[in-house]
Nanobody, 127 residues
Framework: QVQLLESGGGSVQAGGSLRLSCEAS??????MGWFRQAPGKEREGVAVISSGGGNTYYAGSVKGRFTVSRDLAKNTLYLQMNELKPEDTAMYYCAVDLRGRTYCSGTYWTPTLIDYWGQGTQVTVSS
């Protein structure tokens, strides 16, 4: 059983920055990453990082603005979000693929292959 505790969401003006954190219980030898879901829209993959942190994937809409990282010693996943835009407004969810079904790749980073979810943290960007 993996428990995920997220923090760091909030409200910011366009162009601002936020950093999300997700602390995981237990071992961290699995793919971790982030999804987001805006009202009325499907949950979409934002970023994923491999178990050792060597490989990352970003959705095209956030590439160059967001950075995913993980601190193995602290069992914590991060999402640094810069140059935020109003269209980034959404509930952001930390996610774990415990069985490796996503191969830590963008191609397979979909909600149906996720084993554990965080509770979500709201990010609101105003123009």
């Amino acid at each position: 059983q993996v428990q995920l505790l997220e923090s760091g969401g909030g409200s910011v003006q366009a162009g601002g920055s936020l950093r999300l954190s997700c602390e995981a219980s237990g071992s961290v030898s699995y793919c971790m990453g982030w999804f987001r879901q805006a009202p009325g829209k499907e949950r979409e993959g934002v970023a994923v990082i491999s178990s050792g942190g060597g490989n990352t994937y970003y959705a095209g809409s956030v590439k160059g603005r967001f950075t995913v990282s993980r601190d193995l010693a602290k069992n914590t996943l991060y999402l640094q979000m810069n140059e935020l835009k109003p269209e980034d407004t959404a509930m952001y969810y930390c996610a774990v693929d415990l069985r490796g079904r996503t191969y830590c790749s963008g191609t397979y980073w979909t909600p149906t292959l996720i084993d554990y979810w965080g509770q979500g943290t709201q990010v609101t960007v105003s123009s």
